[in-house]
């Protein structure tokens, strides 16, 4: 039995720049079917990694004549592609059975199965176990009524089986196999936020969040459930990227992995090993989570933390409580201060495009912004997701103008406001950029940073065309 999990070809999100990420999900089930399901032949393809164009994809599996092919599903802006690499491999062999999962597939995936013929079965929510339970069923030929968490085609109707409840263990996951791209893996690369020599590999912390944001589909894709793995877990691999592979940076790829006691406790195992003054990582945190665990930042920035990705989303009060953000805007300012203070690189996310927003609120958002005064901004467009609270409003209410999933993305305005059209929600997205990065006082004052993350930052955004990239999408 041969397993195929494939990285197709894509373009990546050219507002970070070049960066090259390993495809840690396909990773995560390789090793995972490597433990747990005997006498199966496992192999990664990571067409990003080895260059490999769609011509190429298609020898390649010509060449390997897999049993099961199964595509990495990262976003909604990737669907087309995860469905173009089951095409060809149906093309190739119709007997080949397909999969997909992910969360936009677990979302869509009855119109997905009624709309691609050539998808055969799609993994709903936590695929390790689930995925498992397909292959060996698929190698003895057994039915697959039995298997929860999927959705499947049988005698031409579409069939939904129980959903499958969630591992209680994290921890009891095996690491994730790099051993797979073993001829890859010094390709990884973030080259704004650490340059191509210190490598790259992304750690999961936890799986879900406590938090409701209307616009994520993270929450509803983990059943409304927040479980973390052990400090000492997550210390594990982020020691074995660095002792086995030579990676130096690290993304903590939580969408709330959260300051606190297990935070406190994750610094503590990084430098109980001795690395922290060796390895950079880089995390996703809530407003306020720096300002009521202030007290923390010093031992994060001295155990590797050296960049943070603040959601600070927007400066009204209204627009916060519509997105059931819970955060104050006032503490935006206290939070990048904070980082600074402790030598961490503030990055800022900001939200344009809601329903309520005009040019005065976007301009508003502009000036907040300076004011707040982060190291890196980025803006991006409000988009209805499948699977969130707000694609379900948007669609109930006919907002949404562009079916397109590859232009779900955030840089792409999917819907207009009240009063801008999504053409000028894409040209106020630019003004938004051109703002911040246009003066020349910050891109002087970044330059020459005493912070090193911001001088490499700015040195690199320099020769970027950013602005031209952002411009082009309405010309």
């Known amino acids: ?51 490999l164009d769609w011509k190429d994809l298609e020898k390649r599996i010509e060449t390997i004549q897999p049993d099961i092919l199964a595509p990495s599903a990262l976003a909604t802006c990737n669907a087309y592609l995860v469905v173009r690499a089951i ?7 119709p007997k080949i ?12 995936a009855d119109e997905s199965l009624r709309r691609y013929p050539e998808i055969d079965v799609i993994v709903r929510g936590e695929g390790e176990q689930t995925f498992a339970e397909i292959v060996k069923a698929f190698d003895k030929k057994s039915p697959f009524s039995g298997i929860k968490g999927i959705s499947f085609r049988h005698d031409k109707k579409v069939i939904h089986n129980p959903p499958r409840p969630l591992i209680k263990d994290l921890d009891s996951l095996p690491l994730p196999g790099y051993h797979f791209v073993d001829d890859v893996v010094h390709k990884y690369h973030f080259k704004m936020m650490s340059g191509p020599k210190a490598g790259y590999a992304l750690i999961e912390g936890s799986r879900g969040c406590p938090h409701r944001c209307t616009f994520c589909s993270q929450w509803k894709h983990w059943q409304g459930e ?74 994060a920035r001295g155990a590797g933390l050296h960049w943070a990705l603040v959601g600070v989303e927007n400066q009204s009060s209204e627009t916060l409580n519509s997105f059931r953000k819970q955060i104050n805007p006032n503490d935006a300012k206290k939070a990048m201060k904070l980082l600074k203070d402790n030598d961490i690189f503030a990055q800022a996310t900001l939200i344009i495009g809601d329903r309520k ?7 508003d958002l502009r000036e907040f912004t300076n004011d707040i005064d982060p190291d890196l901004a980025i803006f991006m467009i409000l988009t209805p997701f499948p699977g969130t609270d707000l694609y379900e409003t948007a669609k109930r209410n006919g907002w949404i103008e562009d079916e397109n999933w590859a232009n779900y993305d955030m840089v792409h305005a999917i819907m207009p406001t009240e009063t801008l059209t999504i053409r000028e929600v894409q040209e106020e997205l630019y ?19 005493s912070n090193s993350i911001k001088r490499k930052t700015y040195r690199y955004l320099a020769g970027q065309g950013l602005l031209k990239g952002l411009k082009d999408l309405f010309s």
């Open 1 to 51: 039995m041969k397993v195929l999990l494939v990285e197709p070809p894509k373009e990546m999100w050219f507002v970070m720049g070049e960066y090259l990420p390993p495809p840690f999900g396909i990773l995560q089930l390789a090793s995972y079917l490597e433990e747990y399901v005997r006498d199966v032949e496992i192999e990664v393809l990571d067409c990003q990694a080895e260059n």
């Open 431 to 449: 003004h938004c950029y051109r703002s911040f990065y246009g003066s020349l006082t910050r891109r002087f004052t970044g330059i020459f940073s």
């Open 226 to 299: 927040w479980r973390r793995k052990s400090p000492k877990r997550i210390a594990d691999e982020m020691e074995f990227c660095y002792r086995n592979y030579g990676i130096k940076f690290l993304w903590l790829t939580d969408d709330n992995f959260g300051l606190g006691r297990h935070a406190r406790e994750l610094c503590n195992e990084i430098n109980r090993r001795g690395i922290g003054d060796d390895i950079m990582w880089f995390m996703q945190v809530r407003v306020d989570d720096i300002v009521n665990n202030r007290e923390i930042l010093p031992a």
């Open 87 to 93: 095409e060809l491999a149906k093309k190739i062999n």
């Open 357 to 363: 927003d005009t040019r005065e609120s976007i301009a």
């Open 97 to 108: 059975l397909t999969v997909a999962g992910g969360q936009h597939f677990t979302a869509t």
